[in-house]
Structure formats: C-alpha cells, structure tokens
C-alpha cells in the first residue's frame, strides 16, 4: 500500500506541480517543506542529527533553523525537478552558473572519459540537465532500483527525457557499462555520498567514520577517466550554484584498495568542503555514519 502511495504521489506531483506558475509551485514547496518540519518527523530529526555533525558548534535554535532551511531547500530540488521536463532550454541553462567548468571540459577535450561525483547537494538533476542542454554532452548515470517497479520506471522515464542514459544501481552490470562509456571519452555522473551496497569504503566525515561508494575510485583507476568532485548549492536567487572541483588524482603507488581509499577520502574531503559552506542544502535524510547505523547495516 505504501509504495502504491508513493507512486501515486510522484505521478501527482510530475502531473500537476509541472503546469504551476513558478511562483506559485516555489510557494506550494515553502509552505509544504515548512509543514513537514514543524511535525517534526523521523526525516526531520535525522536530517538535523546529521547537520549536528557537520555543524557542531550549533546549538538548538541554530540547528532547527538549519533543519528548517534544509527542508525548504529538499522541497525546492523536488518542484523544481517536477517542473524541470517543461522548463525551455533557455531557462536550464540559465538556472545553472558553475565555477571551474575548465576542469569537465579540459577533460572531455583530451578524450580520456570523465566521471563527476556528487553529493546530494543542490539539485543534481538539474545541474545534469545543463550539461547536457548548455555543454550538448549526454551522460551515463545510475539510479537506485526503487519499489515499486512503477515508481523507479518513472524516474528513469523523467531522467531519460532530460538527456541522460540510467542504470540500474543493482539486477545488471552497470559498472561495465560505465567503463565501455568512460573508454570511449564519455561522461559519467554518480552521486556518491552514500553507500547503497554495505561494501564501500570507510572515510573519516566530519570527524567521524562514514561509508562510501568505491565506483568512482576504482573507475577512475580501471578506465584513466578523470574524476571530478562537484558540489552544488542554492542562494536567493532562482539560479542555482555549484562548483566542479580540481580532479581527484589516482595515487602513484599502492595496492588497488589503497588507491581507492585514498581517492574516496579525497572525494568526501571535497563533498565536506562544499557541504559545509552550505549545509541547509544536503539532503541527507538517512543515517550515513556508521555510529548510526542500525546494527544489521554494519553487518
């Protein structure tokens, strides 16, 4: 019955939130996102015990002012991304302004195969759709398979129409499809603050011990693609920010699992550093550290 819900409820929104007025849905988005904070459930109380972590020194007015914040800024990436399949071309590429973008298109040009790794900062969807629209350079991403099958297939219907190849995150080979792309000097984009397997790499994260994905390392090792960390955020404006960052070098020496251990550090460095400088804008509604993690996630 819950998932029937859900996918009720996505289609609903991609149906109606996308023949809103923009004022009107970024209204709709503030007046809900405040909603759901002031009922103060579990999503809410695990997004503020994890900006706790990255905002330590805050206290309990700060932080559900951070909470609420992030809230409105979920629900911002959500009407937008209801919206995003009408926008006009004009209008993506001029709700994205990204800095260092040399780095994405320096590697493209030099045919080696690019991976962008991201955490969920922003709006990634929108930010892909730029890339794809502005740059004129399809992607292969990877989307998590999820229940019911009614509900993930809209997801990759909805990601599909903005220009990008998806993959399913399990029941297939995507990491070889990934690095037949990356070979052939493609451009591969992959959230990657959270690990979905229980068999990542363990990173020190705002002073403590979290899980992430090894794909982009070991990728980046197999294929000589170059890795990018991005991270994105919003400000008052409808023009959403972001920043591609140096590339994440493959260590000269080592063993393959030391190499990726080192990338994957450099990469959550990299996310640490954006999600800092903006954290009412990581959407991390889950428990990510490993301290909180229930019991049978560790096993």
């Known amino acids: 019955m819950n998932e029937r819900l859900s996918d009720a409820l996505y289609g609903l929104g991609w149906s109606t939130v996308k023949k809103l007025p923009e004022p009107v849905a970024v209204r709709l988005g ?4 405040d909603t759901v904070w002031k009922r103060r459930g579990k999503g809410v109380l695990r997004l503020e015990a994890n900006l706790a972590r990255v905002v330590p020194d805050a206290g309990p007015e700060r ?13 911002r990436y959500w ?3 209801f919206r995003l399949p009408t926008w006009s071309e004009t209008r993506i ?59 993930y297939d809209r997801f990759v219907a909805y990601r599909e129409g903005l220009g990008m190849e998806v993959l399913p995150h399990t029941g297939g080979s995507a990491f070889g499809t990934l690095a037949r792309r990356l070979r052939a000097g493609g451009l591969v ?9 229980a068999s990542g790499v363990e990173v020190k994260f705002f002073g403590d011990t979290a899980r992430m994905p090894a794909g982009p390392a070991i990728l980046a090792q197999q ?41 994957t550090q450099a990469l959550a460095d990299a996310f640490a550093e954006g999600i800092a400088d903006h954290p009412e804008d990581w959407h991390m509604l889950q428990r990510l550290w490993l301290a909180d993690l229930e019991p049978r996630e560790q096993s």
């Open 30 to 33: 503030q007046t809900i996102a």
């Open 63 to 75: 932080l559900a002012e951070l909470s609420r914040a992030g809230m409105r800024s979920y629900l």
């Open 79 to 81: 009407m937008e991304s």
């Open 93 to 151: 590429k001029d709700g994205f302004e990204p800095e260092g973008l040399h780095h994405l298109t320096d590697g493209l040009a030099a045919g080696k195969g690019v991976i962008l790794a991201l955490p969920h900062l922003g709006n990634w969807d929108l930010a892909g759709a730029w890339v794809t629209r502005n740059l004129g350079v399809p992607f292969t991403t990877v989307a998590e398979r999820l229940k019911p099958e009614t509900l």
């Open 189 to 197: 984009c992959l959230v990657a603050d959270r690990d979905l397997s």
């Open 223 to 263: 294929t000589g693609a170059l890795l990018l960390p991005v991270t994105l955020w919003f400000d008052a404006t409808p023009v959403m920010k972001g920043r591609v960052h140096p590339p994440v070098e493959v260590p000269g020496t080592g063993t393959r699992a030391e190499k990726t251990s080192l990338m």
